[in-house]
T-cell receptor
Framework: GAVVSQHPSRVICKSGTSVKIECRSLDFQATTMFWYRQFPKKSLMLMATSNEGSKATYEQGVEKDKFLINHASLTLSTLTVTSAHPEDSSFYIC???????????FGPGTRLTVT | GIQVEQSPPDLILQEGANSTLRCNFSDSVNNLQWFHQNPWGQLINLFYIPSGTKQNGRLSATTVATERYSLLYISSSQTTDSGVYFCAVEKDFGNEKLTFGTGTRLTIIP
């Protein structure tokens, strides 16, 4: 149980375009979902927390207009990187937490490359 | 904010060896999890252990909350144990945000 999927697993886009990443909880309802960013050989940094049906809470230094987060249902959250630039290239990972657990469960990640 | 330091940063072992990974945190916590990030980037939940000791096969973990540290033990290492091990803590009850440690990169040599 507690499976989280992400799509796509890998995406390459041109500078200036927008990219949407989906995060789904497959076998539980996720009241809270989280988005992280990880640079090569570094730890995970929390970008934002989203609760179903409400606006996301962004960490200090994360541009909310650049990283749009939507948590439209109890099983789906999306992260849209708007007007992507090469410095946005990174590994993006989502996690989900349900009402029946204290643990966060992580998706497999999305590797974004902006050319 | 809370600081989470892991040691050692890198560890290279022969297959079959045992290891102890440490996680120190700078403040009291309500939640502590250990994860294994495999070479493809997937984080795998190992333990939810805000206090006490748990075991799962060749892995076990102990958290001494009053002294602000947790230990992950890996016995009889296998090459599939290679990857990065992270601890992550949740400081404020109900906040739910995890702060990740610096990680330990484990390499098991056949």
């Amino acid at each position: 149980g507690a499976v989280v999927s992400q799509h796509p697993s890998r995406v390459i886009c041109k500078s200036g375009t927008s990219v949407k990443i989906e995060c789904r909880s497959l076998d539980f309802q996720a009241t809270t979902m989280f988005w992280y960013r990880q640079f090569p050989k570094k730890s995970l940094m929390l970008m934002a927390t989203s609760n179903e049906g409400s606006k996301a809470t962004y960490e200090q230094g994360v541009e909310k207009d650049k990283f749009l987060i939507n948590h439209a249902s109890l099983t789906l959250s999306t992260l849209t990187v708007t007007s992507a630039h090469p410095e946005d290239s990174s590994f993006y990972i989502c996690s989900a937490k349900g009402t029946q657990t204290y643990e966060q469960y992580f998706g497999p990640g999305t590797r974004l490359t902006v050319t | 904010g809370i600081q989470v330091e892991q040691s050692p940063p890198d560890l290279i072992l022969q297959e079959g060896a045992n290891s102890t990974l440490r996680c120190n945190f700078s403040d009291s916590v309500n939640n502590l999890q250990w994860f294994h990030q495999n070479p493809w980037g997937q984080l795998i939940n190992l333990f939810y252990i805000p206090s006490g000791t748990k075991q799962n096969g060749r892995l076990s973990a102990t958290t001494v909350a009053t002294e602000r540290y947790s230990l992950l033990y890996i016995s009889s290492s296998q090459t599939t144990d290679s990857g990065v091990y992270f601890c992550a803590v949740e400081k404020d009850f109900g906040n739910e945000k995890l702060t990740f440690g610096t990680g330990t990169r484990l390499t098991i040599i056949p």
